[in-house]
C-alpha cells in the first residue's frame, strides 16, 4: 500500500468517525443490546444454567462481546449504503484520491467503533463480576481475534452496502450473524444441545472463537481453537475483500 493510498485511507478514516462522533446513538444502541443480553442471562436465566463454572459473567463474556461487534458492522453497511445513494462517490472519484481508501475509510471506522464498543461492555461486566487472569499476551491475543472478527465481518457488510438497494437490505444481512452466538458454547455447553444441534454448534466459526477467548481470558491452554477462530476469521476476510472489491468496481466503472 503506498502513501498516496495511506495518506488518502486517513482522510476518509476522519471523515467517517466524524460522522459517528455526530450520531453517538449508533455506538450506544450497539452497546446497550449486548449489555442488555448479559444483564437477562447473568441475572434470569443465569441460575438455571449449568456451565460447570461458579462465574457465569466470565462465561457469557466472549459471546456477547461477538454479539456486540455483530450489530455494530451492520451500521457500517448502512453507512456506505447512504454514500452510495447521495452521490458523494461520483464526487471523490472525480478527485485524484485513491478508490479503494473510500471504502477502507469506513472498514477502519468500523474496527475503532466496535473496539469502543467492546471496551465499555468489558468495563460494564467489570461491575457485574467479570474477572479474568489474563496476562498482557493474552490480552493482545483476545484483541487480534476481535480485529480480525470485525474486520472480516465488516467486509461482508461492505458487500451489503454496494449490492443493497434499500436501506433495510443494507442492514438485515447482520441478524443472521448476531443469532449465530446463540447456537454456539457461548451462553451454554454445547454438550447440552440436541444431536443436529450440538453438530451445528460445534463445526460453526463462533464456538472456536468463543472457546479461543474464554481460554485466553482464563489464562488456560487454547488448544486448536486459536488457529480454527483465526483461520474461519482469514477465510471470511479473504473472501468478502474479494468479493466487495469486485462489486465496487462494478458499480464505479
Same mark, same amino acid.
Not at 17 to 24: A, E, F, L, P
Given at each position: 500500500m503506498s502513501a498516496h493510498v495511506i495518506s488518502?485511507?486517513?482522510v476518509m478514516l476522519g471523515r467517517s468517525?466524524? !460522522? $459517528?462522533?455526530?450520531?453517538?446513538d449508533t455506538i450506544i444502541t450497539v452497546t446497550i443490546m449486548p449489555i442488555a443480553f448479559m444483564l437477562l442471562f447473568r441475572y434470569v436465566f443465569g441460575g438455571a444454567i449449568q456451565t460447570g463454572t461458579d462465574n457465569y459473567t466470565n462465561y457469557l463474556m466472549p459471546g456477547i462481546l461477538l454479539i456486540a461487534i455483530a450489530s455494530g458492522i451492520s451500521y457500517t453497511g448502512f453507512r456506505l449504503f447512504n454514500d452510495m445513494q447521495s452521490g458523494i462517490f461520483e464526487?471523490?472519484?472525480?478527485?485524484?484520491?485513491?478508490?479503494?481508501?473510500?471504502?477502507?475509510? !469506513? $472498514?477502519?471506522t468500523s474496527v475503532v467503533s466496535n473496539a469502543i464498543s467492546v471496551v465499555v461492555i468489558i468495563a460494564v461486566g467489570l461491575v457485574m463480576g467479570f474477572r479474568t487472569s489474563a496476562g498482557i499476551l493474552?490480552?493482545?491475543?483476545v484483541a487480534a481475534i476481535l480485529a480480525m472478527f470485525t474486520l472480516s465481518l465488516t467486509w461482508v457488510a461492505m458487500i451489503a452496502g454496494l449490492a443493497a438497494s434499500s436501506t433495510d437490505g443494507a442492514t438485515a444481512f447482520s441478524y443472521p450473524l448476531i443469532f449465530l452466538p446463540f447456537i454456539s458454547s457461548a451462553f451454554?455447553?454445547?454438550e447440552t444441545m440436541p444431536?443436529?444441534?450440538k453438530a451445528f454448534a460445534e463445526n460453526q466459526p463462533v464456538t472456536s472463537i468463543v472457546n479461543a477467548l474464554r481460554a485466553l481470558f482464563e489464562q488456560?491452554?487454547?488448544g486448536n481453537d486459536i488457529w480454527i477462530a483465526l483461520g474461519w476469521c482469514a477465510g471470511i476476510l479473504i473472501v468478502a475483500y474479494a468479493?466487495?472489491?469486485r462489486v465496487y468496481h462494478r458499480k464505479v466503472a
Open positions: 488518502n485511507t486517513g468517525i466524524r !460522522h $459517528v462522533t455526530r450520531s453517538m464526487r471523490f472519484h472525480s478527485m485524484p484520491i485513491a478508490r479503494s481508501s473510500v471504502l477502507w475509510g !469506513h $472498514v477502519l493474552d490480552w493482545l491475543a451454554v455447553p454445547t444431536g443436529p444441534v488456560q491452554p487454547v468479493f466487495a472489491m
